[in-house]
């Protein structure tokens, strides 16, 4: 892949200190590559994909106050995020250089996590808690919470990352909302275009917590429609009616996260995660890795 080709296809003179080797991922709204920077260190550079230009500026303008993705991310200092070095403008619209992770993504170990749960080890949502609560306390809202948006690394360290629907808490709040993000894990509020807060990060985590503690997502629609439509009609079967080993207070906390009126749920990511502590989840202090996030 020439690396004048990439230059001139993306602009921006911040591009010019990475060499580009390859693609680790690509989606609807952006490409991501392993990059080597002028330091000679390697890093993940996300670059922005031609067709999100104007639903990008459309959020930036109208839920963050103009701040783009990759200046709201370098905000936010935490362990269990993943670490953004510096951002900025290309001609399809930004760059955002992070640290490279290596290790696998939730999606592909639910089982794995599913049996560390049965051993009472909940240090990925101890970990993740922590990062929303960090997000919630920076006046964000992280809006795509799921297990495609968390790495786990070879260390056993958990982190969050994907700020490309991160919205301001204040300005959520203010105005009616869109239904992007992931359907699966979609706050009803979210599905009906209603106003929305920091709670709709408190109900992605509870449905997440379902799917890992019984296997399997309270809706297994077909497709995205089927799976909102099911998630608005639908009941959330409680936890131990698939699975006989999950202690009535675990499905407790589980039940009220989830639940669909947000006035229901808890009222903060600290106060959820002491409810699980308190319900007899292991791991919150191991969860959070200490060390210089500056």
């Given amino acids: 892949m020439a690396q004048s080709f990439l230059q ?9 200190k ?17 990059a080597e920077s002028s330091s000679y260190s390697l890093v993940a550079l996300k670059i922005s994909n031609p067709n999100s230009r104007k639903v990008m500026d459309r959020i930036n303008r109208d839920y963050r106050s103009g701040k783009t993705e990759g200046e709201i991310a370098f905000s936010f200092r935490h ?9 900025g403008p290309c ?27 049965r051993d009472n080890d909940y240090k990925v949502f101890f970990a993740t808690g922590a990062a929303l609560q960090h997000i919630h306390d920076k006046g964000y809202v992280h809006r795509d919470f799921s297990p495609r948006n968390i790495f786990l690394l070879e260390k056993g360290v958990t982190k969050i990352f994907d700020f490309g629907l991160t919205v301001q ?8 909302g869109n239904r992007t993000g992931s359907p699966s894990y979609m706050a009803p509020e979210v599905i009906r275009r209603a106003h929305t807060d920091h709670r709709v990060d408190i109900y992605a985590f509870g449905i997440l917590l379902y799917e890992c503690l019984t296997g399997r997502k309270p809706t297994e629609g077909r497709g995205s429609l089927e799976t909102i439509m099911a998630m608005l009609n639908q009941g959330l079967t409680p936890p131990s009616q698939l699975r006989d080993d999950v202690s009535p207070a675990i499905e407790k906390v589980v039940m009220k996260a989830a639940s669909k009126l947000p006035d229901d749920r808890y009222k903060s990511m600290n106060e959820l995660l002491d409810a699980l502590e308190a319900a007899g989840a292991k791991g919150r202090a191991e969860a959070t890795p200490s060390g210089d996030m500056a």
Avoid at 18 to 34: D, E, R
Avoid at 79 to 87: A, F, Q, R
Avoid at 95 to 115: C, Y
């Fill in 18 to 34: 990475y060499k580009i080797l390859h693609i680790l991922a690509s989606g609807s709204m952006s490409t991501v590559y392993t």
């Fill in 8 to 16: 001139k296809l993306f602009g921006g003179k911040g591009l010019r």
């Fill in 91 to 117: 001609a399809e619209g930004e760059w955002i250089s992070m640290e490279l992770m290596r290790g696998a993504l939730l999606q592909d170990r639910i089982i794995e996590v599913s049996r560390a749960m």
């Fill in 169 to 176: 808490i204040e300005m959520a709040r203010a105005k009616f």
């Fill in 79 to 87: 362990p269990n995020i993943v670490k953004t070095y510096e951002y």
